[in-house]
């Protein structure tokens, strides 16, 4: 074996990789050189019975790739090396009329729009099944109390559900992302050497409509000899941006998963998985932290398509070579994170008992704001009530103390307030805000979007 790209053998579904693989790029190409073959027929340029014979060769179980490669071998032009091929196979003189009109990019960035189609349709397929887990898990723990952190410091209580739902609320703008630039990134092209679709003469504008009706895509209004890579660069970044958010999932489920937080965990087999090669007690995030490290990966590809968008004139070739790596890389990337989130996120292991244990290792100190504006509520000014909120957690901090016991020793606040107002508004269950509520509106958010029952 002499397989050298991890997509070889490590990384990606074999859905997306057949996408991306050489056969099937150069199965689109032969569809586009059927699709123009049919448009040309439906204007009488060509015949409708050499178009026919066309679509029959327009197959790899026809045109072989073999053969395909022999003559490229020769020629040094991966197109020609195609038309060459699929005409030994017509009869008649229908393979006169292959790539008639049309120019190279005609046919790659067409056929490349019908890949980005197919994987995008896939990458949209995944975010849904992501967004339904999420949901669900969201469902279940929304009224599950834990700690908010800021600095990587004690902050207020939280829901676990409240988390998720900012999780599922980043995804569903994903969403809406993918599909608004869905239809500028599967543009193709049927505009001849530099775009002005001089060799079509005046049926030009025609045929390139029919091509791409017969494709289901758009079509670049103003062409050179290329599609406008500001298109691929939109939708690299998307998913660089869809992959940054995984990451960030990630990142917390790796922090909360240390054993001295220890509020979720990945799944484990304990039969059977390992975490360490000498470390036998080890419970690695490590799924998580597989979706962080290619998380980066997906990001880096974001500077050679922005400097693919910069080409000579009406075009130089320059891109062509980056974009081998952007694309399959990208994509195959971004479908493999997706799924790994998704599956980590369906069998992650809260533990519900280490979240109350986490609130009462902080003594109450989470609690100081909402001592602060009760206090305020009952005629302490704001300012005066953050000074008194602040002393009490001082004090009850340098002492070891709970918030909720000093604070009863204070007349300042015992004047305002009774003793039983000051236990309710020290108690974390009765300071979550509307999580609850943020939690019912992102689930109906997802019912909407997704048309489906959580």
């Not at 067409?110 to 969201?138: G, P, Y």
């Not at 900012?166 to 990134?185: N, P």
């Not at 992959?243 to 965990?265: F, K």
Request: charged share 25%; net charge neutral.
């Amino acid at each position: 074996m002499n397989n050298l790209c991890p997509l070889d053998y490590r990384y990606g579904r074999d859905e997306m990789k057949k996408i991306w693989s050489e056969e099937n790029r150069l199965q689109y190409e032969m569809d586009v050189e059927a699709a123009l073959a049919e448009a040309h027929a439906s204007l009488g340029t060509i015949t409708k019975e050499n178009a026919n014979e066309i679509r029959r060769v327009a197959n790899l179980y026809v045109t072989s790739i073999k053969r395909i490669k022999e003559i490229e071998s020769e020629t040094r032009h991966d197109v020609m090396a195609m038309v060459k091929a699929m005409a030994e196979q017509c009869n008649g003189d229908a393979g006169s009329f292959i790539h008639y009109g049309s120019t190279s990019n005609d046919i790659t960035d067409t056929a490349m729009a019908l890949q980005i189609k197919a994987s995008i349709e896939l990458i949209q397929r995944d975010v849904d099944s992501l967004i339904i887990t999420l949901a669900n898990l969201a469902k279940k723990e929304r009224d599950t109390i834990a700690i908010g952190r800021t600095h990587a410091q004690f902050a207020i209580p939280i829901t676990f559900g409240f988390k998720i739902s900012g999780y599922i609320a980043e995804m569903l703008r994903h969403r809406e992302r993918l599909e608004q630039a869905k239809s500028r990134a599967i543009a193709g092209k049927m505009a001849g050497a530099v775009g002005t679709g001089a060799a079509f003469g005046e049926n030009f504008p025609t045929i390139q409509e029919k091509v791409m009706l017969i494709l289901g895509l758009t079509y670049e209004p103003v062409a050179t000899q290329i599609v406008g890579r500001d298109r691929y660069t939109e939708i690299i970044c998307i998913a660089a941006n869809i992959a940054t958010s995984l990451e960030r999932y990630s990142t917390e489920i790796r922090n909360l998963q240390r054993p001295e937080i220890a509020e979720v965990a990945e799944p484990f087999d304990k039969k059977k998985q390992i975490g360490s090669s000498t470390m036998a007690h080890k419970h690695n995030p490590m799924l998580s932290e597989n979706v962080c490290g290619l998380a980066r990966i997906v990001r880096s590809m974001m500077t050679p398509m922005y400097e693919s968008q910069v080409l000579w004139h009406e075009r130089d070739i320059s891109n062509s070579s980056a974009e081998r790596f952007i694309f399959p890389h990208t994509f195959t990337l971004l479908d493999d994170m997706l799924k790994k989130t998704e599956a980590i996120f369906r069998k992650l292991k809260g533990n519900r008992d280490k979240m109350i244990k986490n609130i009462e290792l902080s003594k109450g100190l989470i609690m100081a704001e909402s001592l602060m504006m009760k206090m305020a509520e009952k005629g302490i000014g704001r300012q005066c009530a953050y000074e008194i909120a602040r002393s009490i957690s001082m004090t009850a901090e340098s002492e070891g103390r709970q918030l909720k016991a000093v604070a009863l020793e204070r007349n300042d606040i015992k004047n305002f307030m009774t003793e039983d107002e000051i236990i309710t508004a020290v108690e974390p269950s009765n300071y979550t805000g509307s999580s609850r509520e943020i939690v019912n509106k992102t689930l109906a958010m997802v019912e909407k979007a997704l048309g489906v029952k959580v």
